[in-house]
């Protein structure tokens, strides 16, 4: 019996070679697609999971809508962020909100928020020969307890002081070795746009 249906699927093969083609071609990409997304999705699921305590850990976002005066919804955001005077409150309207962290994008920013515009330029005026500027990417700005919420390795310096005070900086290893070379990089000083130390 599977011998017989073997010959009509070759016969049907010879038969018709165009369609064959495209059924193999589609099969063939279709269980290429499944592969790719599937390993991506698997990634995607594993996100931030390398934190202590992720299963605890939320991103706040809103949900906007747009509606006319008789009530009906014209148009609505879905978006991951919140506006900076929303923040305080959260705390307050949720007690089982144990700890907040603020981390704000560089992109976001305007002049009158933090005294320089969205192009940022550091500085380094340690370089023996002469100040050096660098054009960073990903700048951001987060709250002194990014440290303790977050569960990344510190090389140099302490966690629980890392962000304490103003105008402290926080570098990756890659950033670190750009700017410094391969020596320790805390106490150094870089110049934020030639005007915040």
Do not use: C
């Given at each position: 019996m599977i011998l017989s249906?073997?010959?009509?699927?070759?016969?049907?093969?010879?038969?018709?070679?165009?369609?064959?083609?495209?059924?193999?071609?589609?099969?063939?990409?279709g269980f290429a697609s499944f592969y790719i997304l599937w390993n991506y999705a698997?990634?995607?699921?594993?996100?931030?999971?390398?934190?202590?305590?992720?299963?605890?850990?939320?991103?706040?976002?809103?949900h906007w809508r747009w509606t006319d005066d008789g009530g009906e919804?014209?148009?609505?955001?879905?978006?991951?962020?919140?506006?900076?005077n929303i923040f305080p409150r959260v705390k307050d309207d949720f007690p089982e909100v144990e700890s907040t962290l603020r981390i704000l994008y560089q992109d976001y920013f305007g002049p009158d928020l933090v005294n320089?515009?969205?192009?940022?330029?550091?500085?380094?005026?340690?370089?023996?020969?002469?100040?050096?500027?660098f054009k960073p990417v990903n700048v951001v700005y987060a709250d002194?307890?990014?440290?303790?919420?977050?569960?990344?390795?510190?090389?140099?310096?302490?966690?629980?002081?890392?962000l304490s005070n103003t105008n402290y900086v926080a570098l990756c290893r890659s950033t670190s070795k750009r700017y410094f070379?391969?020596?320790?990089?805390?106490?150094?000083?870089?110049?934020?746009?030639?005007s915040i130390t």
């Open positions: 249906y073997l010959k009509l699927a070759f016969r049907l093969i010879l038969r018709n070679p165009f369609f064959t083609l495209i059924n193999v071609v589609g099969l063939a990409i698997i990634t995607e699921l594993k996100t931030d999971q390398y934190h202590k305590d992720h299963d605890r850990i939320a991103r706040i976002g809103f919804t014209w148009g609505h955001e879905i978006n991951g962020n919140i506006r900076a320089h515009g969205e192009e940022i330029a550091i500085t380094n005026n340690e370089k023996p020969n002469g100040p050096k500027v002194p307890n990014l440290f303790t919420f977050f569960s990344m390795p510190v090389i140099y310096g302490d966690a629980a002081s890392a070379g391969n020596i320790d990089p805390v106490g150094k000083l870089l110049a934020l746009n030639d």
